[in-house]
Each structure stands twice: as C-alpha cells, then as structure tokens.
C-alpha cells in the first residue's frame, strides 16, 4: 500500500474559548483510497485533532453540506480531488456568513433567502384526481434549474450576496425562484415577479459569475438570473 502525506492549513475558531480565529497546521498521512479531500479531514479529525469541526453527510456531492472554501474557492469537500490541490491545502469557511466553529458556518441568512422565494408549486385550482401532470416537453425546461443542492457555495462566493446578504437573494435562491417561473404548473408568475422586481433582491446581481465557477453541479444562476429580468421586460412591453 502506498502512502502519502500532505500538508493542510485549517481556520480554526471556537467563540467560546478563542478570542479570535487562527489557522492550524496539519500534516497527514493518507492511502490509495483516500482521493477526496473529505477523506484526508475525516483523517485529520480521527488520527491527528479531533477537536476540528466541520460537516458531512452523504460523501457523494447530494446533500451540499460539506462546503468549504479551498485555497481560495468554494467547493464540496467530497467532490474535490487531493490530486490536484497545491499543498498546503489552505481551508476556510464558506465566506459572508457567520462561524459557528472552525469549518461550520450558520446557514440562517441563507436558507432565510431560499425560503422567501417561496420554494414550491403555486397553483389555486382544484386538485385533481392524481398529481398534477407536466408534458416532457415542458419538463425539460427545468433541466439545469432543479439540480441545485443548496450548498451555498455559489451565493457565499457572490460579493453582491456578502454586501447585503439581508437583502440580496443571491445566486442560488434566485436559480430556484426562476425554476419556479420556469415550471409550467405553477400558477403565481405575476406574484413571484412582482415580489423580485425590488433594487436589491433581484437587480443587485452584476454578472460577475463568481456563482457560475464554482457551482459542483455545473449549473448557471447567472442565466436563470437574466431569464427572469427578460420575463420582467416582456410582461411590460
């Protein structure tokens, strides 16, 4: 078996007993099956510090929990290879929301944002029989809207989202509010145009397309973005 080691540099900060953040040294000795960056934390915390604290969960890029900035960009941890990391693999919290402790940050602001879009089906009709059918013609306008996982590594790397994370949605509820725009059931286009049509929910997104880069699943809020303000303009013309 071989082996190899790799050095890593980690925000630590634990409010309850630091009196301000600082950054840790690790050196690490990880095996052949060890090709993601999750395995050499998951490492550090059994066999090195297991005081370092960051989250985890399905390990295959679904649940989005483990983002965390990476030399410099936003990225999951189970998604990145070690292999191409430049040593020492500097690690910090997701930027522009607040540390709980270490690599964990409190999502509040976030999914505050998410869930203001209002994340679901609007439809006022009478139910039908059986659920609600959608032709695959019309499905397939949501493909590139509906993968997002909300990991936040798109709107914690839009510097519009950092300046005003109470005011601007930010790239990732803006994806969901268009796949909502974008889903030929729901019945609430006006409503949810008039709700984003605000100077800073909807029109302090500048194209920067820091969203776009870093996105693990390869999704554009950018475009969802512009395809929302082409729905404000048409409804006016």
Known sequence: MMS??????IYRYNPEVDKKPYYKDYEVELGDQDKKLLNALVKI?????????????????????????INGRNG?????????LKEPVVLNPIPGLPVVRDLIVDMTQFFHQYHSIKPYVIDERPM????????PEDRKDLDGVIECILCACCSTSCPSFWWNPD???????LLHAYRFLADSRDQATNERLNDLNDPYRLF????????????????NPTKAIGKIKEMMVARIA
């Open 45 to 69: 915390k059994e066999e090195l510090d297991d005081s370092v604290s960051f989250r985890r969960s399905c390990r295959e890029g679904v649940c989005g929990s483990d983002a965390v900035n």
């Open 167 to 173: 005011k601007f949605l930010g790239p990732a509820a």
């Open 76 to 84: 999951l941890a189970c998604l990145t290879d070690l292999a191409d």
């Open 4 to 9: 190899k080691k790799m050095k890593f540099s």
């Open 128 to 135: 039908p029989e059986r659920e609600r059918l959608q032709s």
């Open 204 to 219: 302090r997104c500048h194209t920067i397309m820091n969203c776009v880069d870093v996105c693990p699943k390869h999704l």
